[in-house]
């Protein structure tokens, strides 16, 4: 199935770091796109400022839109009562339900390596997809709920949903320093011009209902820490950039 062009891309957790590269690509290749954060957004005519635990703005978010890229989150680990909870799990619920209710297409979950934490270390690499899960904590465990729940809605309802296990996108100077410092930081890189190319291309790619997890990372230095090959199967995907390439300078 191709999406309608003309239906708008809702991005949650559109002002951050992948959430603007995402918005700034799907805008120059044409998409119309709508952002969703708690914070303005730069670069976009159409941006809501809500919060993803307001179901009622969640909704309003959703009116119309023919694909959702869902970001918005708390993006590592954290207090969980007061950050993970509401920001990754109940704003999750929320997404997918005004999904449902809108009758969006096609959904964008964003998971992250960190869902097989431990086999980044002790392997076998690389990790596929349909290894079994071994997550880092409680964030992650966030995003294994993330990639259940969206199967479920693939299942029930009739969705093309897919859970993008997202490599290392630096959102600081700080973070940048660090993912360089470790001996696999290189390898599961990604850069936000990746991010935003593959946004593009997943929205293009003529899909049948479903649900599929798949990494999405730049190309390695040393090592094939992440399995890209379902990646570029399923949509024709490929990264262009290795570390340090395409690492823009952080506002
Ligand atoms: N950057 C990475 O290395 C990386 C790696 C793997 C997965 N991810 C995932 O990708 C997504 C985007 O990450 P990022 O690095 O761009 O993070 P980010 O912190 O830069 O962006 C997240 C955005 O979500 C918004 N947000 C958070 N809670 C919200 C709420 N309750 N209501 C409305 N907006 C809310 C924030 O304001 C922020 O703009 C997240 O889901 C994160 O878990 C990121």
Known sequence: MLLDRHAPVLVTGSAGRIGRAAVAALSAAGWRVRGFDCVPTPGIADFMVGNLTD???????????????HLGATPDDDDFMTRLLPNNLIGLHHVLEAAREADVKRIFLASTGQVNWWQQFDGPWPNRPDDPVTPRHWYAVTKVAAEAA?????????????????????????????????????????????????FVRALTADLPPGFWTLFVASRPVHQVIFDLEPTKQLLGWEPQDQWPHGLETFS
């Open 55 to 69: 179901f009622s703005a969640v909704r309003q978010a959703a009116q119309g839109a023919g694909a959702v890229i």
């Open 150 to 198: 969206g199967k479920a809605y693939a299942k029930s309802f009739g969705m093309t949903v897919l859970a993008l296990r997202l490599g290392w996108c630096p959102r600081t100077a700080e973070q940048a320093a660090e993912l360089d410092s470790l001996p696999r930081g290189h390898d599961t890189y990604l850069s936000p011009g990746d991010a935003g190319r593959f």
